[in-house]
């Protein structure tokens, strides 16, 4: 079997060698040549694979380590004999990571209350319902809008509202959505500029799913115009070549990298040989063929001397800060896929150990998930 692999997927060299005949390439140097006598291809979302790339090939099978999907033309696959495969959920727990760092600095920077915000978050799927589960953990008010769930499991206990009542009551919006350009609940250009000019509340935006679900011209001419009070953006319309003005003006800018904690890269390859082990009906056990996740430099964090007001957000922010990222591609944005393609993969929470931390603190962070050591009187 001949497989073409993007070179920058992480756990993949040493495992994926037992398939067949690998090639590596860098995702933006997949070309119609390179991909044309490949039974499989394992891929990136920063290569688009269409009628453009795939006409006229032998691939059979596309991997894709991601949880999204737009960058595969499903419809010409399906109509062509190409099976594709994703990973889905694979990593969603590092886009939480990304979005409560966010919400903790914001909070800092700006001197507002998590207790006393409310977050809309639009799509609720697996990363949303993750986002949810913290941010409740963190004392927020929490909306939810989900027009295609709500349609498929009905609205039991208003679980669901709609985007009006998140333009209307919501501090922070958080979008984690798929890019749809089409159907009935399509996501493109979802924030375009009569969603700007309907906010109440001059919300803080957050995207972190797709570049193309937010309008960049309605999102600079918001800022100017004051409707929203803070920007959060991983994912750009048009990456890697993405727009500086609006790059300029954001509080936290990073360049696609919500989802880079080791833990989802690990998680997506071992889905992606998955997919290849069922489709060719293999019986092989990705993990045995894997190494494990390294663990993180600094493993354990003491809270001895931090105010247990700033508890929370000093070991949230001791696993992953957004504000380095912000300053690095703030000055060289001309290396937005050298700073994905060389990326220090972070860990989650999970792979930490908290110690003298206040009560409080100590119980928000080990329902975030890290390992907490209580004090004895706790
Ligand atoms: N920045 C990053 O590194 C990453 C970004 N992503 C992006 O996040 C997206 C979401 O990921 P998951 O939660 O795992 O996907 P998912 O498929 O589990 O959930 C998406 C949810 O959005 C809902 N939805 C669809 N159209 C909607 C609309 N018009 N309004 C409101 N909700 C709508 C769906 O019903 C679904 O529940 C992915 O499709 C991907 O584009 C995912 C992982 C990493
Ligand atoms: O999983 C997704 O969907 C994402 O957006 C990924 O985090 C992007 O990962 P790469 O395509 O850069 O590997």
């Not at 497989?3 to 997927?9: K, M, N």
């Not at 010409?76 to 727990?93: E, F, M, V």
């Not at 500086?244 to 990298?257: G, K, N, Q």
């Not at 060719?280 to 001895?304: C, E, R, T």
Request: contains cysteine.
């Amino acid at each position: 079997m001949k497989i073409l692999a993007d070179a920058h997927i992480p756990y993949l060299k040493g495992a994926i060698e037992h398939f067949g005949e690998v090639e590596y390439l860098p995702g933006n140097q997949f070309t119609k040549e390179t991909v044309k006598d490949k039974d499989v291809l394992i891929v990136r979302t920063v290569t688009r694979f269409d009628e453009e790339i795939l006409a006229g090939s032998s691939v059979k099978l596309i991997c894709s380590a991601t949880i999204g999907y737009d960058h595969i033309d499903t419809h010409y696959c399906d109509t062509h004999g190409i099976a594709w495969r994703t990973a889905p959920g694979c990593n969603a727990g590092s886009v939480e990571q990304y979005v409560t760092a966010s919400l903790l600095l914001l909070a800092e920077k700006k001197g507002f209350d998590l207790k006393e915000k409310t977050i809309g978050i639009v799509g609720v799927g697996n990363v949303g319902s993750k986002v949810e589960a913290a941010c409740k953990k963190l004392g927020m008010k929490v909306l939810l809008n989900d027009p295609p769930r709500e349609e498929r499991e009905g609205n039991a206990d208003n679980m669901f509202v709609d985007l009006e009542t998140i333009k209307h009551e919501a501090d922070i919006i958080t979008l984690h959505t798929p890019l749809t350009k089409t159907g009935k609940y399509k996501t493109w250009h979802l924030a375009d500029e009569r969603f700007f000019n309907e906010l109440n509340k001059k919300p803080v935006l957050i995207n972190s799913c797709r570049g193309s679900v937010t309008d960049t011209r309605a999102w600079k001419k918001a800022i100017e115009e004051g409707l929203v009070s803070g920007s959060v953006i991983d994912c750009w319309e048009n990456e890697p070549d993405i727009d500086t003005e609006l790059l300029e003006m954001v509080d936290i800018a990073t360049p696609h990298v919500a989802g880079y904690s080791a833990d989802g890269k690990w998680t997506a390859t071992k889905m992606t040989l998955q997919n290849l082990c069922d489709f060719f009906h293999l019986d092989i056990d990705p993990v045995q063929l894997m190494p494990p996740i390294p663990a993180p430099d600094d493993p354990v964090i003491d809270l001895k001397n931090i105010d247990p007001h700033r508890q929370t957000t000093h070991a949230v922010l001791h696993t992953y800060n957004p504000l380095k990222e912000t300053e690095a591609l703030k000055k060289s944005p001309e290396k937005f896929y050298y700073f994905r393609s060389h990326y220090p993969l972070r860990r989650e929470y999970k792979a930490y150990t908290v110690i003298n931390a206040d009560p409080v603190p100590a119980n928000v962070l080990q329902q975030l998930g890290f390992h907490v050591e209580f004090l004895k009187n706790d």
